[in-house]
């Protein structure tokens, strides 16, 4: 039986230039399937406008948001400042992953997922920083979830094209609050190889390969099929659900299906 309170977090393309109009277009667009909106941070290595900008921006237009942070780009001193930010805009649910690898240039390591997780619990713990609780998440591949992190409050599961896959791996994983599986669109077979060759474990099977060169849109019936057998699964709270360019698309055909 489905999960009546199965969400979908939609991710945003966020905006490389100073125009949010594309960013406003994705929410107004998404808004009817979506629980909650995630806001990347500096996406794929490549610098775009600050996600937490973003976060205010969606609960402008009524939405919720989760403010995406990475810990390939700041120090410590850096992280606060995006925590006073967020706290004077209102943000107060994170998203706290390591990093694409950069473009150009070298990766901070003066910080980690963790060490972001203990600093943000410091900073909450403070009435004189914070307004208030902060909802903090982490990332998980398909492995065995280290102890720390089962701390957090939820849990995103890395993208998967196999859900028999991420079942297997939910029998294993004991967290006590809300798990998303990840679900892309493979928008072209050219993105899709891609994909398979940077990050192998995130390979688009050969057959979705196959379809995408003679039909535009077998990505979105994928992706659609994914969110209803993890839905109709159970063992999920929900989907963190990344449309890429073809977010109208998949909007309409969730809604149409009820899966709003």
Known sequence: MGNANFGIICEVEPATRP???????????????????????????RATVSSIAVAHEVAAMGGR??????????NLLGFRRDLLTAAAYGVDEFL???????????????????????EARRFAADPQLARGPLRLGVTSRLQPLPAWKREA???FVQVSFSVSDLMRWRETVDFAGPVFAGVMVPVSPSMARKLTAD??????????IDELEV????????????????????????????PVSRYREVAARLERRGDA
Do not use: K, W
Not at 22 to 33: A, E, F, K, Y
């Open 19 to 45: 125009d949010l109009m594309h960013v406003r277009h994705q929410i107004g667009v998404m808004s009817r399937i979506a629980s909650a909106f995630l806001i990347p941070d500096n996406h794929i290595g």
């Open 96 to 118: 706290f992953v390591y990093g694409d690898r950069p473009e150009t240039g070298r990766r901070s390591d003066d910080l980690t997922i963790r060490t972001m997780l203990d």
């Open 65 to 74: 948001s989760i403010a995406c942070l990475n810990a390939r780009d700041r």
């Open 215 to 242: 039909d535009r849109d077998a990505g979105v019936d994928s992706a659609c099929r994914m969110v209803e057998a993890i839905r109709e699964s159970g063992a999920f709270d929900g989907v963190h659900l990344i």
């Open 153 to 155: 409050d939820f849990l």
């Open 199 to 208: 990050i192998p474990e995130l390979a688009v099977p050969q057959t979705l």
